[in-house]
């Protein structure tokens, strides 16, 4: 039995890119929700791509809706960590430590981006 299509594009591709969307807009609340406390976080986000930079600190994310698979990448000055998932249909994220519901990944995004740029990382006091 073939996957059901709307204007071409497979029911599960579909499913995945509404997931997807929903990551990037949660990243845009979390990172609004940490602007508050004096961050200043700014969400960038394209078809399959979407970034969160806080000074210095980047992280990308991109993204296959064709596949589910995604990488992730933070870049700072002195170090950069990149990882993969798979956006799943049920609207799970799977990290090879395995699943995470998707407000909790966006979360750790962010908090991590903070972190990163927290005066204790850099060294500042």
Same mark, same amino acid.
């Given at each position: %039995? *073939?996957?059901? &299509?709307?204007?071409?594009?497979?029911?599960? &591709?579909?499913?995945? #890119?509404?997931?997807?969307? *929903?990551?990037?807009? %949660?990243?845009?609340?979390?990172?609004? !929700? !940490? *602007?508050?406390?004096?961050?200043?976080?700014?969400?960038?986000?394209? =078809?399959?791509? +979407?970034? $969160?930079?806080?000074?210095?600190?980047?992280?990308?994310?991109?993204?296959?809706?064709?596949?589910?698979?995604?990488?992730?990448?933070?870049?700072?000055?002195?170090? /950069?960590?990149?990882?993969?998932?798979?956006? /799943?249909?049920?609207?799970? #994220?799977?990290?090879? !430590?395995?699943?995470?519901?998707?407000?909790? !990944?966006?979360?750790?995004?962010? /908090?991590?981006? $903070?972190?990163?740029? =927290?005066? +204790?990382? #850099?060294?500042? *006091?």
């Amino acid at each position: %039995m *073939s996957d059901p &299509t709307e204007d071409g594009v497979p029911y599960h &591709t579909q499913v995945r #890119l509404h997931v997807w969307e *929903s990551l990037v807009s %949660m990243l845009r609340v979390y990172s609004h !929700a !940490a *602007s508050l406390n004096g961050k200043e976080l700014v969400v960038t986000g394209i =078809s399959d791509e +979407a970034w $969160v930079k806080c000074h210095d600190c980047v992280l990308g994310l991109c993204f296959r809706p064709e596949t589910g698979e995604a990488t992730w990448r933070v870049t700072q000055p002195q170090q /950069e960590t990149w990882g993969e998932f798979r956006i /799943e249909e049920d609207g799970t #994220l799977t990290f090879p !430590a395995g699943p995470k519901p998707l407000d909790t !990944a966006a979360i750790d995004w962010v /908090e991590h981006v $903070v972190r990163a740029t =927290s005066p +204790a990382t #850099l060294g500042i *006091s």
